[in-house]
Structure formats: C-alpha cells, structure tokens
C-alpha cells in the first residue's frame, strides 16, 4: 500500500515549479529569505509546489554532507531555512520526501544518514536558535504513522527502514559532544521503549548527575515534551 499523505483542499494563491532545479536554486528557496512570514504564506494550504521527488532528495543529501555551503546566508536566514526544511509548511519540498513510496528506499534512507553530518559539523557548534533540538521533532508533522509504542507498526514496508535509519542517526549523534539535549529529544518522538533503552541506558552509565541526565531520564521514558 502506497504512503499517502492526507491533502485539504484550499484555495491555491500560486503555484511554485521547482522541478528541475540546481543545488543552488533549492538553497535560495529554502534560506534565501526576508523575514518568517513567507513560510505561512506560501505554505501548503495556499500554494501548489510542484518538484521532482528524486532531485529534492538529492540536493537535501548534499546540504547535509556539506552544511558548509549554506555560510554564505545570514544567521537569521540559515534560521528560517533549518526550521523550514523538515516542517510541514511546504513538506513537499522535502520533509514528506522521505516517505515518498515513489523514491527508492536507497536514497531515502542514505538522505536520512546524512543528518548524522548536519549535526557534527554544524549543530554540534550551533545549534541555530533549537533548529537542532526541534529538528526530529518537526519531522514527526509528515511522517505516515507515528513511533510512539501504541503506534510503532504503523510504519509500512517501505517506510519502516526510513524509521529505523531516523533511530540510527539518533543513536550517532547521542554521541556528538553538544548533540545529546537533540539526541535525547528526537529519541523521545520517535523511539519505542525498547530503542530508549538500548540506546540512553547505555549513555547513562556514563553521563554525570545534572540537568542533562535528569533530562535524559525523561527521555528514556518517553516523558518529555
């Protein structure tokens, strides 16, 4: 059965063809902006996105192996632009992508691998006002079932290794020094009780007393917000 994302009809204000655009033409769209109003203005309740699923997968890959190549947007910018990729303002763009039966799973599942980068090489030193910590959290909104322990099988075939890649990337950066409150609150979104506790138990053997392993305790029982 084919993942199928719910859409209410709206009255559309514009459409917005992307289909086929370079590395650089996907950056402008996602951070090359004034101001935070734009992504409820052109969100999806109003505009009609049109884009090729594969290339946006692709040139998502590459900003995270290489989040370098946003630098040359203000601060303010790159902002925006992490809150607007895996939200649901325009989840065509890329968050829904991910789920997107018509992709193979290979590409799916190696754009989610390259997370693990975005947060060593950049939210690791900056973490862009939360974008990082709410990161996971905000890919919840396109996700066809959610991770929940009443909900785990609700991910198919062909989404559950996409789930399992979004587990793995969160055990990695758990493990990124000033990537543990983002680890810790991505596991608690999407992990069952069985991943927290293969995955924080372990971290907490180690971890000193103090707000994180206090928060990481939470985590572990799915009891943070």
Known sequence: MAAVRARVPFVIEREIDLRGVSFDQFLAHAFDRSGPEWQVKESEDTTLLEVDAALQIQHAERLFRDPSCVARFSRDQRVQGFWFLPNWFQPDFFSWQIWNHDLPISPRISCVNAMSVLYRDLFAH????????????????????RAGDSAAGTFCSLCMPVRNALIGVLQEILAIAGCERAALHGLNHWGTAADRAAIIDPWLRSAPPGKMRDYALLCRDGKAE
């Open 126 to 145: 900056d973490d862009h006002d939360d974008r990082g910590y709410m990161w996971f959290d905000l890919l919840e909104g396109a996700a066809p079932g």
